[in-house]
């Protein structure tokens, strides 16, 4: 086939811009999607339906012709049997190597049908090449830049970084030695195998990433981010901390104040963060609990304990209505002690807003609770001791960053805890949040009844209602959700509208109120207010209710088209409920589109809830089931930043990339920093964050 034009210096710069691929390390770790084997010839008469062929052949014809529509047909014999081949982009270059009587070489994928077999655009040339002696690798590419020109792009920016000893092993071999599969390649050896992989190898084995080239590329990407963890946590143990020790008695009037008895495991997490605040280094602490094993009256005494010393303390909460429940109980706990508690979010008035900024600056304000609000530049701590996150999960890594931002002393930062009701599974708390200490309330308050998860057909609907209609009859109240469509908040909106029209003509005689995200605030605290006050017997909402609304009344929650929700997700809707001495239940309907049945893996999943009350468990199903995403949110954060290893499958390997860190950076601290530099670079903040 003649050469085409040589691509211009543009299109290979501006491709491999677009790609991301600026520096040779970049292009070295651009690995191929897939594989296509060149290295052997077949046989027609040997092939089956649907192989990938490659055999050579002579021409016996080759003619245009029109109908249905205008193509170049050509005949191959290869001594066995004949191939038709379909073009219908064809040039010059086509004729010419397609001639009658020519000897060519041919891959494509092969039809072997009643009419005889058929390639469409199969890749042709002269016959009689060598054949290539390795895989020939594809890449992720984008418009403009062909395979081929990617291709020596890649395996010379392979060949420079290694020229330039930019491959060098940075793991010692006592410490690859730990993980067996570690030692049949070096990080120079795996990637040479991966743009090339000998003739031979199991396609399988790349596309699963179980070779051994890939575990090694795997460990060693692990490693960098064990190592970028471990650093971050160094880094911050010589950053200072106000040492929040014993003050007056503010923390000994909130415990003689609250209306119970602390659970056994929030006594426990309770000494466990005040033995952090009274520390010089500051406490990077992770609190996790189910709903409802009262992580607030936890935050509330570490409050207080800042508050004690002189300090300030801020609490962020994801939404307004979870951050004003917060605000709400907070007042109601600490205000009768002579707290001032001040209130920022992003929809309040001018005038007030600046109210409660000056209190803040001044000091005044003891205790900070608001939404995104309160990192905003405009915001002046006097003394800002503690920062508390709650759902730290919904939050992005550049706000965590930003609370971090508000002490004015360079070397100092206040302590943070950071607070989430979806627990995070032991490989996902081992790998990109290894930098956190956790405590955990494995125990819920006493006289909690275990709620009843049903899981039914939206056929059942009616029978849904009259229950709902039961519960509302015996004083007791019930929630319905529906579910967020994302493509579009618009439809969203008119779903739930109608379903709270429908369910208002169901019930008559019941108050039907209806919360979602787009009402202004003041309507939602209206609404919120009457569904507390139990005047309301049931509110219809989407998933604006998931956090942190309580109350003890409510004792059904409907889960309108289930199958749409995560697992955590549905865990935390459910949560709503079973928070009185009632007995509760959830119903989780589920839609059948068509009249269909519902998927196999969906009814799998909703089973689980049904199955099970423990937020463990089924975070541990939903990390399988979804991905790291749920559970840290933000597209940057660190497990987004995993190219090549899977925390969910990769578990053994991280296991070894945790020890190694630490084994690295005290024994051999040059290559720890050269390792780092190679696979980390410029996103180090990110994943310390
Ligand atoms: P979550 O961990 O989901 O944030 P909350 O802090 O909202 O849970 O607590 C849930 C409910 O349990 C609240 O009404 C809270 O006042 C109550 N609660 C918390 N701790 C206890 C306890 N030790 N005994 C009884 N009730 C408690
Ligand atoms: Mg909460």
Redesign the pocket.
């Known amino acids: 086939m003649p050469e085409k034009k040589p691509p211009t210096r543009t299109a290979l710069s501006d491709g491999l811009k677009k790609l991301g691929l600026t520096r040779d390390i970049d292009l070295a770790l651009h690995l191929p999607l897939r594989y296509e084997d060149e290295t052997a010839l077949g046989s027609i008469a040997a092939s089956h339906d649907g192989d990938t062929l490659q055999f050579e052949g002579q021409v016996t014809d080759a003619e245009v012709v029109f109908r249905p529509r205008r193509q170049l047909v050509v005949i191959v014999d290869d001594g066995t049997e004949t191939c038709r081949l379909r073009f219908f982009n064809f040039y010059p270059s086509h004729h010419k190597t397609l001639a009658i009587g020519a000897r060519v070489r041919i891959r494509g994928e092969i039809k072997r049908g009643f009419f005889g077999n058929e390639m469409v655009h199969p890749a042709f040339k002269a016959a009689g090449g060598e054949l290539p002696s390795a895989l020939t690798p594809v890449y992720p590419t984008v418009a403009g830049l062909s395979q081929p020109m990617l291709r020596k792009a890649v395996w010379a920016g392979l060949a420079r970084e290694a020229a330039a000893g930019g491959l060098s092993d940075t793991i010692p071999v006592p410490i690859s030695s730990k993980y067996p599969a570690l030692s049949r390649y070096s990080l120079h050896s795996s990637l040479s195998f991966l743009h090339q992989p000998a003739a031979g190898v199991q396609l399988a084995t790349l596309e699963d990433r179980s070779h051994p080239a890939w575990e090694r590329l795997k460990a060693e990407e692990l490693l960098a981010h064990q190592l970028s963890q471990l650093q971050a946590r160094i880094e911050r143990e010589q950053f200072q901390a106000p040492a929040l020790g014993a003050g007056p008695d503010l923390l000994k009037r909130l415990h003689a104040a609250l209306p ?4 056994g495991a ?1 006594n426990r997490v309770v000494r466990e963060i005040s033995a952090d605040l009274k520390s010089h280094q500051p406490m990077h602490r992770l609190l996790q ?9 936890v935050a509330a005494l570490a409050a207080a304990q800042c508050i004690d010393a002189g300090y300030q303390c801020a609490l962020m909460a994801p939404t307004e209505i979870l951050a004003e429940q917060h605000f709400r ?1 907070l007042i109601g706990w600490l205000a009768p002690l002579g707290v001032q508690v001040a209130w920022l979010t992003g929809s309040q008035g001018k005038a007030e807003r600046r109210k409660m900024l000056a209190l803040v600056e001044s000091g005044q304000a003891q205790l900070v609770v608001g939404t995104h609000a309160v990192v905003q530049s405009s915001v002046v701590f006097k003394r800002l001791a503690l920062a508390i996150i709650d759902e730290q999960h919904r939050f992005g890594v550049r706000q965590r960053l930003a609370l971090r931002e508000k002490l004015d002393q360079p070397s100092a930062q206040p302590h943070l805890l950071m607070m989430s ?1 979806t627990p995070i599974p032991r490989t996902l708390a081992m790998s990109v949040l290894a930098d956190l200490d956790v405590s955990t ?1 494995d125990e819920l ?3 909690r009844t275990p709620i009843l998860t049903k899981v039914l057909s939206d056929q059942k609907r009616l029978d849904v209602i009259e229950r709902i209609q039961a519960q509302i009859a015996q004083g007791r109240q019930a929630y319905w959700v529906c579910p967020l469509i994302e493509e579009s908040e618009a439809l969203d909106l008119t779903n739930t509208t109608a379903t709270h029209a429908e369910l208002t003509e169901a019930l008559p005689g019941v108050i039907v109120g209806l919360l979602h995200s787009r009402m202004p605030p003041a309507e939602k605290k209206a609404v919120m207010s009457l569904f507390e006050g139990g005047q309301m017997g049931l509110l219809v909402s989407t998933t604006v209710i998931e956090v ?1 609304v ?1 109350v ?1 009344n409510a004792s059904l929650m409907v889960i309108e088209h289930a199958e749409r929700f995560g697992l955590s997700q549905l865990h935390q809707l459910r ?1 709503r409920v079973g ?1 009185g001495a009632a007995a509760s239940a959830c119903v989780l309907l589920y839609g059948t589109p068509e009249g269909g049945r519902l998927g196999e893996l969906a009814r799998e999943r909703l089973k689980v809830m049904a199955q099970t009350n423990d937020g463990f468990l089924i975070a541990q199903r939903d990390l399988e089931l979804r991905g790291p995403g749920e559970f840290l949110g933000a597209r940057q954060s660190g497990a987004a930043l995993l190219r090549f290893a899977d925390i969910a499958q990769d578990a053994p390997l991280l296991k070894w990339a945790r020890d190694a860190s630490a084994e690295l950076l005290s024994a051999y601290p040059e290559l720890a920093q050269q390792h780092l530099a190679r696979w980390i670079g410029s996103k180090a903040n990110l994943l310390a964050a």
């Open positions: 119970f008895k602390l659970t929030q609990g189910d709903v409802g094993s009262g992580k607030t009256v109980k009701a309330i308050p006493p006289g942190g309580d003890p949560g928070r």
